[in-house]
């Protein structure tokens, strides 16, 4: 896998013993052993109907060759296909995902078969092999394609996806906050031949790069597990109703001991790196879920519901945003994720509060806008989805350097002041301030 982070390599210095050039490329598909017809192959049956028999879930865990090994090595589980969800671009590669030009992320399809295992075992299994408390990727593997995500298939896997999110908060097995997102399934796409069951063709590379990410050392650590497959085995009830989680090596399958606040995990290298750096890794907009209708009417303002959900306008001169001067970052009123700085604000003398650029351009998508008889580039929140503005040409006064405006209603945006950044969890853009 690519995007290794250098403090992680400086704490692992296995990786030299175990190949550092094998972690570095990681999932790398070499193209003489890929064939057209067997990646067709693999995605005609990624597609096909499942047997009423059967159930499927798909989770999101880093690297999804071991997220796949995890779940194939379970009984009950009939398939587990490599690839990629929760993006919005059709037919994304590898190599877009894995860059990171897209807003996919590597994912496995599971199918399984009820009556020999249930899904809140397969939300067991999904905990035991990967951290939980990190938002930024897995392990050595850093970025959005490596985010944590359980995606249902329905309201009962929902429902009980959130209650074994829960319990394991509850647990104490974890000094931080559990962050994996949970969300609705869409489309998946299945990787190329290469990547299916690469920990059975590959055996030797795989043990390598499982245990050379971090992966395993944590894994181990954590939860006594050899590989993150074996699991106790919980009833419906048990897991549904918030059960303390299980380790699979206390032998008589009782709960295990909380872990200490948090020292043995702490001495390691990795755990010091990841408390410091939390605050970067577990953002406040991380677990969004869109409210419902009702809900979202009682938090808006009628302004700010009509300008997000009905892609309405404030009226010229509305907001009181227009003439704000101070420092700080504007975010979604609806999902608090980060849209833009009041660095690239500007006075444009249009009547909208206007900024050159976004803060992070993966939270901000454009789309082209055909109403009022006109072609216009519309931006809406990537998370919440929520109708902002327009971007626009700038050839005014004062010159910005990107030649564009963004111009952007008030009622769609919170602002929140520089001194208040770190308080409300957003300290990653506080060193832009100081």
């Not at 009984?75 to 590669?93: E, K, Y």
């Not at 063709?201 to 050379?212: A, D, H, S």
């Not at 971090?214 to 897991?239: I, L």
């Not at 399958?253 to 606040?261: L, Y």
Request: charged content about 25%; proline content about 6%; glycine content about 8%.
């Amino acid at each position: 896998m690519t995007h290794l982070r250098s403090n992680v390599a400086l704490a692992l210095p296995a990786l030299l013993v175990l190949g550092l050039a094998a972690l570095l490329t990681g999932c790398s598909e070499p193209q003489a052993q890929v064939t057209a017809s067997s990646d067709a192959a693999t995605q005609r049956d990624a597609d096909a109907p499942v047997p009423d028999s059967l159930k499927q879930a798909t989770f999101a865990g880093g690297c999804f060759w071991c997220t796949e090994a995890a779940f194939q090595k379970l009984d009950g589980v009939t398939r587990a296909v490599s690839g990629f969800s929760g993006g919005t671009s059709p037919n994304p590669t590898y190599d877009a995902v894995a860059g990171g030009q897209t807003d996919y992320a590597e994912a496995v399809q599971v199918t399984y078969d009820p009556d020999a295992i249930t899904y809140e075992r397969l939300l067991t299994a999904y905990w035991h092999h990967m951290d939980p408390t990190d938002a930024g990727g897995q392990f050595a593997d850093r970025g959005s394609q490596y985010r944590p995500v359980i995606f249902y298939h329905n309201a009962r896997q929902q429902r009980l996806a959130k209650q074994s999110k829960q319990a394991l908060a509850q647990s104490g097995k974890f000094s931080e906050p559990i962050v994996v997102k949970i969300q609705p399934m869409d489309r998946f796409y299945a990787a190329k031949a290469y990547h299916q069951d690469y920990y059975k063709k590959n055996p030797t590379e795989y043990k390598r790069y499982y245990e050379g990410s971090g992966r395993g050392p944590f894994v181990r650590e954590t939860w006594g597990d050899a590989d993150g497959s074996a699991v106790t085995a919980t009833s419906d009830a048990a897991t549904g109703e918030g059960a303390t989680m299980q380790s699979a090596s206390s032998g008589g399958g009782g709960p295990s001991a909380p872990r200490a606040a948090p020292a043995a995990h702490a001495a390691t290298q990795q755990q010091a790196t990841q408390q410091a750096t939390y605050a970067r890794t577990a953002p406040p907009w991380s677990d969004f879920e869109m409210p419902s209708d009702a809900k979202l009417r009682e938090r808006l303002t009628d302004m700010a519901y009509r300008v997000t959900q009905e892609d309405g306008t404030e009226p010229r001169g509305y907001s009181d945003l227009l003439d704000n001067k101070r420092a700080g970052i504007y975010v979604d009123v609806v999902s608090g994720e980060p849209l833009y700085s009041s660095k690239a604000k500007f006075d444009s003398n249009t009547g909208w509060p206007s900024f050159y650029e976004p803060i992070d351009e993966k939270y901000v998508v454009e789309k082209e806008d055909r109403s009022l008889g006109m072609v216009r580039t519309e931006v809406r929140s990537k998370i919440a989805d929520s109708h902002l503005g327009h971007v626009f040409d700038w050839n005014g006064t004062p010159e910005v350097p990107t030649g564009k405006r963004h111009c952007i209603n008030g009622a769609a945006l919170e602002f929140i002041p520089a001194d208040q950044l770190e308080e409300r969890g957003y300290g990653m853009y506080a060193d832009d301030f100081d």
